[in-house]
């Protein structure tokens, strides 16, 4: 099963492998303070996109739109995390406010669909 957790939110109900999938380090957070089995900047969608969306939920539906188009283009990068779902429970780690619409979601929806894909 493929979760996400914001990582202010503490890491009690983390479950399986963890992975920071944003492109910057959370603010305020120390790299000690947050257990995890990698960070994974290569997956977060590119700045320019980033920053197009600004975590306005109006544009949510073509920035998942563009991330895909971006993911679809480096399997590398999101591979390993679906590699990780075959073996067990992966939590998607974020720091964004919005908890409805940011990357680690879209990411979640992307690699769910890869796996549906292999499925068939």
């Not at 996400?4 to 939110?9: I, K, S």
């Not at 380090?25 to 990698?38: F, I, S, T």
């Not at 960070?39 to 969306?53: G, K, M, Q, T």
């Not at 939920?57 to 563009?66: D, L």
């Amino acid at each position: 099963m493929i979760r996400v957790q914001r990582v202010y939110r503490g890491t009690t109900q983390i479950y399986g492998r963890r992975f920071l999938v944003d492109r910057l380090w959370p603010r305020g957070v120390r790299k000690e303070d947050l257990p995890m089995d990698g960070w994974i900047r290569d997956v977060a969608p590119s700045d320019e996109l980033r920053h197009w969306f600004g975590h306005e939920p109006e544009r949510w539906a073509e920035f998942q739109r563009r991330y895909f188009a971006e993911l679809d283009e480096k399997p590398q990068s999101w591979q390993p995390l679906l590699d990780a779902a075959r073996q067990g429970d992966v939590t998607l780690l974020y720091g964004a406010q919005d908890e409805e619409h940011n990357n680690a979601v879209a990411l979640k929806i992307y690699l769910e669909n890869k796996q549906k894909e292999k499925a068939r």
